[in-house]
């Protein structure tokens, strides 16, 4: 009997393996000395790099790649976030802080931009005490996080296995590809890209946790529970769900992981319904079934953690859409059908930056990318087309690969291309058309698929010459085999591994470049702002950004004047050329009054600190000139005018000196006059 139940055992474990897909997310290893795992190489050859030795070289890469950030200033986004921030700066209770926005505003209020990352905040506040609250301080923390992440990626996604294993040649490419990446260089160069930075460690770090998970619970101590595997297992898993809510508490993109986690899961249960009926054929119907069990369990403990946030979110929020301004995301305020296909048409810039990042820039707001008004643009054919039709191509294998030969690998991948970038894709309202540093996560799916195809092409090369080498000793067969054809296929697979390895490394030592001199825009608004509109001339808010570190009046005020042009309604160009206008130098009255009357309608500066901005403006600057043009010394015809334009700028709902009795007064003075 004892050896009946042992047989029936070994069967049920055979069975296991045959109908359960492989959960790791990279290929089989391609060694340089031949053999996969934790052999070494024999004597007289090279010991192979192993997958600790990769890691540790690409966190090394990391730093020196950007090790020329660490002095730079705060730019941009930063001054908001980090150096005005009261949350940062000590001056509020760590516990008010948790109710607070990214950007230190009360998330219940509408005024939010209701982008909740308190261990981002948690992590700025840190670093202020410990480094002060200089920007240098920031740089660094920013620049050691991302070497951690760096690790983390590179041995929990782009190698499988022991740490001391032989790498692939795919996954040393990959590595270099990714960690060089010049997208990365917003989420490393500017402070408040270190919610990307943070939101990827975490992630990477659930990924680790529900791989454990899944190896305990494929090799379950007798008496586990069907449905939840063995305690180590849950408890792995509690780890996942701990580390993707930190993901989520950083960066809110981070509740994507989820998908990610349940990708191996659903890849498995795609592969039991396709084989089910093979199978109870072949007598196996219930092979498998607990391992199919748990992986329906974990994915439905996934999608009830992502189902559970999204409900607290709105609990604690709200369900108001945050406020935003036409210049940073027209999406939101154009016709729905122009909404869709300029969608789809930044998913082609995403693709492009993704895989060829020469052009790049801070900002990408408006005009920087024109909208696609109908269906007759060419950039619909030329671009989308080609790759929607890809990634349909792409998807079609992905899936034929897990039903047919029990492979997820290429599912994960796209699993990471995909759903990270699905928050930024304007299927919910943004503040922003598109950014570089939301590809931070979806740029490992890629350098996932390139490892994939270099580690194919690699095996493939291998597989060749092991049957070459068997056809020189087996007979008028293997005579047959190390023919002609044989040879060209060996040729062929290995120009193709030798191209792979070239272009990857050509690639990568091209990214380390352009990463090092991307590095130098970001050191200070000037140069960042002057790269930015050099990058997409008509977009708005760089020619402002660039007109408000000019030096030169004539200079910024030619780029204010092509931002009205593009948009006549933005608020700070309009308040600033009021601005230069009442200067002194400039002194020209009536163009300072229509530039405010302009202004100061609630198309324009409705928002918070437009309206302060231009009230600045008007109290400091324009209202100041007109009262001394309007003196009693003032020539008649003179005075009347300057009282008129007062009085009509009183009335502009966005000046809060609106104000009854001055009005009043202002137009009894105009009418005392004889004013007309």
């Known amino acids: 009997m004892r050896e009946r139940k042992g047989a029936k055992g070994a069967k049920g474990a055979r069975a296991h393996q045959e109908s359960q897909p492989s959960t790791t997310t990279t290929a089989d290893k391609v060694t340089f000395n031949g053999g996969p795992g934790r052999s070494t190489a024999p004597e007289g050859q090279a010991v192979p790099v192993t997958n600790q030795g990769v890691a540790v070289?690409?966190?090394?890469?990391?730093?020196?790649?950007?090790?020329?950030?660490?002095?730079?200033?705060?730019?941009?986004?930063?001054?908001?976030?980090?150096?005005?921030?009261?949350?940062?700066?000590?001056?509020?209770?760590?516990?008010?802080?948790?109710?607070?926005?990214?950007?230190?505003?009360?998330?219940?209020l509408s005024t939010s931009h209701k982008s909740y990352r308190p261990l981002t905040t948690q992590s700025f506040r840190f670093n202020s005490w410990v480094g002060g609250r200089t920007p240098q301080s920031?740089?660094?923390?920013?620049?050691v996080l991302y070497a951690l992440c760096v690790y983390v990626a590179t041995r929990v996604v782009l190698s499988s296995g022991d740490g001391m294993a032989p790498a692939s040649v795919g996954g040393l490419v990959a590595t270099a590809w990714w960690t060089a990446h010049p997208v990365h260089t917003e989420a490393v160069a500017s402070i408040v890209g270190r919610s990307e930075i943070l939101c990827g460690i975490f992630a990477f770090a659930a990924v680790a946790a529900v791989q454990r998970a899944v190896t305990v619970s494929d090799v379950a101590a007798a008496g586990a529970s069907v449905w939840i595997g063995p305690a180590r297992a849950q408890a792995a898993y509690l780890a996942a769900a701990v580390m993707i809510l930190c993901a989520t508490l950083s960066k809110e993109t981070g509740i994507t992981i989820t998908v990610v986690c349940a990708a191996p899961d659903v890849c498995l249960l795609m592969h039991a319904a396709w084989a089910r009926v093979g199978r109870m054929e072949h007598g196996r119907r219930h092979a498998g079934l607990p391992y199919v069990q748990r992986s329906a369990v974990r994915v439905v403990a996934l999608a009830a953690l992502a189902i559970g946030y999204i409900i607290a979110r709105r609990a604690l929020m709200g369900v108001d859409t945050p406020l935003?301004?036409?210049?940073?995301?027209?999406?939101?305020?154009?016709?729905?059908?122009?909404?869709?296909?300029?969608a789809l048409y930044l998913a082609t810039e995403n693709a492009r930056l993704l895989v060829w990042p020469w052009v790049l820039s801070c900002d990408y707001s408006f005009d920087a990318i024109p909208f696609v008004k109908t269906t007759n643009d060419p950039r619909l054919y030329s671009a989308v087309l080609p790759l929607f039709a890809g990634l349909l191509g792409m998807s079609v294998f992905a899936v034929w690969r897990v039903v047919a030969h029990r492979d997820p690998k290429v599912v994960v991948a796209l699993s990471w291309v995909v759903f990270p970038l699905l928050p930024s894709s304007h299927i919910v309202d943004l503040g922003l058309v598109l950014a570089e540093r939301t590809l931070f996560l979806p740029s490992v799916g890629v350098a996932l698929l390139l490892k994939l195809s270099i580690d194919r092409i690699a095996t493939a090369t291998a597989s060749v010459e092991g049957v070459g080498s068997a056809a020189s000793t087996s007979g008028s067969r293997a005579s047959a085999l190390s023919g002609p054809n044989q040879l060209r296929r060996r040729a062929t697979m290995t120009i193709l591994g030798v191209l792979a390895l070239l272009g990857g490394g050509a690639l990568s030592s091209a990214f380390c470049y352009r990463t090092v001199v991307r590095n130098r825009d970001w050191s200070n608004n000037t140069m960042l702002f002057r790269a930015?509109?050099?990058?997409?001339?008509?977009?708005?808010?760089?020619?402002?950004?660039?007109?408000?570190?000019?030096?030169?009046?004539?200079?910024?005020?030619?780029?204010?004047?092509?931002?009205?042009?593009?948009?006549?309604?933005?608020?700070?160009?309009?308040?600033?050329?009021?601005?230069?206008?009442?200067?002194?130098?400039?002194?020209?009255?009536?163009?300072?009054v229509a530039y405010a009357q302009q202004a100061g309608v609630p198309a324009a500066c409705y928002y918070?600190?437009?309206?302060?901005?231009?009230?600045?403006?008007?109290?400091?600057?324009?209202?100041?000139?007109?009262?001394?043009?309007?003196?009693?010394?003032?020539?008649?015809?003179?005075?009347?005018?300057?009282?008129?334009?007062?009085?009509?700028?009183?009335?502009?709902?966005?000046?809060?000196?609106?104000?009854?009795?001055?009005?009043?007064?202002?137009?009894?003075?105009?009418?005392?006059?004889?004013?007309?």
């Open 57 to 108: 070289g690409a966190a090394v890469l990391a730093i020196a790649l950007y090790c020329n950030t660490v002095n730079h200033d705060f730019t941009f986004d930063d001054l908001a976030a980090v150096q005005n921030n009261r949350d940062v700066n000590w001056t509020t209770p760590v516990l008010s802080t948790l109710g607070h926005d990214f950007w230190g505003e009360d998330v219940t």
């Open 138 to 143: 920031f740089h660094l923390g920013n620049v």
């Open 324 to 342: 935003g301004r036409f210049e940073d995301n027209p999406l939101r305020f154009i016709a729905p059908d122009q909404r869709v296909l300029t």
């Open 532 to 592: 930015g509109h050099e990058a997409y001339p008509n977009s708005v808010k760089m020619l402002y950004s660039r007109g408000s570190g000019e030096a030169n009046g004539e200079h910024a005020q030619a780029l204010y004047k092509r931002a009205l042009e593009i948009y006549p309604f933005h608020c700070y160009c309009l308040s600033s050329m009021t601005a230069y206008m009442s200067h002194p130098y400039y002194k020209d009255v009536d163009a300072a």
């Open 608 to 676: 918070r600190r437009g309206k302060a901005y231009f009230n600045q403006i008007m109290d400091q600057n324009l209202v100041p000139l007109i009262e001394a043009e309007a003196t009693e010394d003032a020539p008649f015809q003179q005075r009347c005018k300057r009282l008129g334009q007062l009085e009509g700028l009183h009335g502009l709902p966005m000046w809060d000196r609106r104000d009854a009795e001055i009005a009043g007064r202002l137009q009894r003075q105009w009418q005392g006059l004889g004013c007309k």
